[in-house]
Structures are given as structure tokens and as C-alpha cells.
């Protein structure tokens, strides 16, 4: 069973804002003398650091033993970058007018094509799932392989530094020309089997069925912030509620109160799904609205949580652990660790999934 996301858009307001400014002193040690370094970020481990030298994207271990990874990145100047702590994907932007994405191996896997001005500046989402890309009037917003969504032109000058909301449904921009902009993902598109979602800007939900052609409009009072098509079931979190459709009864779905804020996962099984969030760890949850099991997050953190990271079945949650080389089995049910089945690997593993077999 799979569930397809498609379209993304980003819908913007701009604002005039006042900064008020503190000076601080800090600790600092240098890697290298040379020409100014545009752009650095931290490795998802913390155990790195990525910075741009020149037209040279390098990745340089705390570890003095450690050779640093690096490679020609862009014809130009290096700008801006960004490494996402979720799906470990580094993007790039400069004065060669292109946004690329790369794994932590320094492997090409998109180049995007010329822009009208240099790229100034990239964000990944908390998810990993998308990213944007700011240059000169321009906002973009791109899923994690480098396609884009949408592009909208604002009279904003030059964005030069974006920064995501922690739920991952808005982005603000600080623009050349004294604005703040503000954009919100709308559009968001969602299928299983018969079954079409698309997220509309005025927080609605439009269900269809492909086979009977039926329509169905779902309204919120508040922001929509994560949405979950699957197994006849449509699972939809505001920052204080879960709501919980049956696709036999659009009218009247379950309605959960969320005490510790937005959630940044869900997950679907057949029987249960599983809703995850920074305070409360991970929750598992009948399609009646009864907690089956809490699974309180020891190792990995539950705001890191995402679709590569977790699985679930009837039975079972996987969950891979930060360094991406222990996978952690819990029993669904019970929330318990099954200690024994604990998969260790040497080198890190990049997805997890699990499989239900009948016999």
C-alpha cells in the first residue's frame, strides 16, 4: 500500500520589520586561512562541519585524524548551503545562478537549471521533505530531489536568509529591501487507491473518489499542519487537534486534543496509526481514537522522526536510531522494546521498512 504526495505551493505576505541587535563573544578555532567562506552548516551528527571555499563544498570532521570530503561543487562562487538533519542531503547555491543537491558523499544528484540572478540563499524543511531557495525577487519552493513545486515572484529585493516554522508549514524570508516575507505551504495533494486530498489555502480539505466521482469538503478552524491518506483512513493534525476520518463517514471523524503542540510525523497501519512529536514521543492510536502503546524516545529524539527513519505494521515499529546503524523494534501494541530483535549494521542504513507476512 502506498500513499503518493504530489504538488506543493508556497502562498506569501510580506511585513516591515525592526530588528534590534546584541552583541555576544564566543570560543573559535579556525580550519583553514583563505579566501571568505560564504556559507557553513553542521552535519546532522554534530560530528562535522560542511562549509563553502570558493567554487569547493567541504565537509571537515571534528576529528584531527579525520581527512576532510571535498569537491568542485559550482562553476562560481559559493553563496549559500544547507544539510539536512533528516534525510542527510546537502544543497548548494551561488554566483553560477544554480541551486544542487548532493548526498553527504559529495555525489551529484540534481543541478538545477540557470536562474535569473545568484542563488543567496537555502532552507530545508524540519522534514527534509522540501527545501526553498531565495535569490533576487524570487522565492522557490523544491522537494528533496531537487524538482520544483513553485516559483513565486515578490517584489522583495534580494532574499538573503530563510528560516523554516518548527511544524514545517511556513517559511519567513529576510528580504534586501527592509521586508519580512511569510509563506505557507497550500496545495498539498495526497493519494490512496480511489481516494484523492488536496489541501486548499482556506484550510480545507477536498476528499474525492475517483470510481463514484463523490466530492467531499472538510473545513478546520486552525492550520493545517500534517495530513495522512491511508488504509481508508485520512488522519489530519492542527497544532491542538487530531482528527481522524473514516472514508465511510466524512461527517463525524474521531477528534483527539494534542497537549504538547504540532506533530511531526504520522504514520499509517492497517489497524493503527502513530502520530510523533518532540515532548510526548511517540504515540500509538486505534482509528477509534484509543492509545494503544507510548513509546518514549531514549536514544533517538522524536522531532528527528521521518518516513526513512520509522516503520510500522500491526505488530511492529522499527525505528533506526540517529547514527542510522541500530534499528530499534518495539511491539506496537504494548510500546515495549523487543531488545533481541535489535538489527545492527555497520555502515548506516538510509531507510527502514517493515513487511507483514500471513502464513
Known sequence: THTHVHT????????HTHVHTHTHSCTHSQCAPGSPIYSCCWSPDSDQVLYAGGKTLIIKPLQPSLKPTQWKAHDSLIL????????NLIVSGGEDRKYKVW??????????????????????????????????????????????????KASTGTVLRMAWAGDGTQLAGACANGQVVFA????????????EAFVN???TISVKDIINDSKESLEFHDRIVRVSLAW???IVTTP?????????????PVTLDLKNGSINLIKQAERHFLIADCMSGVQIISYEGRQLSLIKMAGPNAGSLNDLTVSLTNDTIAIRNQDGKEIHIYDALTGKERTDRTVKHQVKATHTHTYTHTL
Request: with cysteine; hydrophobic share 35%.
Open 103 to 152: 548526498d553527504s558523499y559529495g555525489r551529484n544528484i540534481y543541478s538545477s537549471l540557470l536562474h535569473d540572478s545568484p542563488i543567496i540563499s537555502l532552507a530545508w524543511a524540519p522534514d527534509g521533505e522540501l527545501f526553498a531557495v531565495g535569490a533576487f525577487d524570487t522565492l522557490r519552493l523544491c522537494d528533496k530531489t531537487g524538482w520544483s513545486h513553485s516559483l513565486e
Open 240 to 252: 491542538l487537534q487530531c482528527y481522524i476520518y473514516n472514508s465511510r463517514n466524512w461527517t463525524t
Open 184 to 195: 505557507q505551504v497550500v496545495n498539498r495533494h495526497l493519494e490512496w487507491h480511489n481516494l
Open 201 to 203: 489555502e482556506d484550510n
Open 8 to 15: 506543493h505551493t508556497l502562498m506569501y505576505t510580506l511585513t
Open 80 to 87: 549559500t548551503l544547507d544539510w539536512s538533519p533528516t534525510n
Open 232 to 234: 481508508g483512513h485520512l
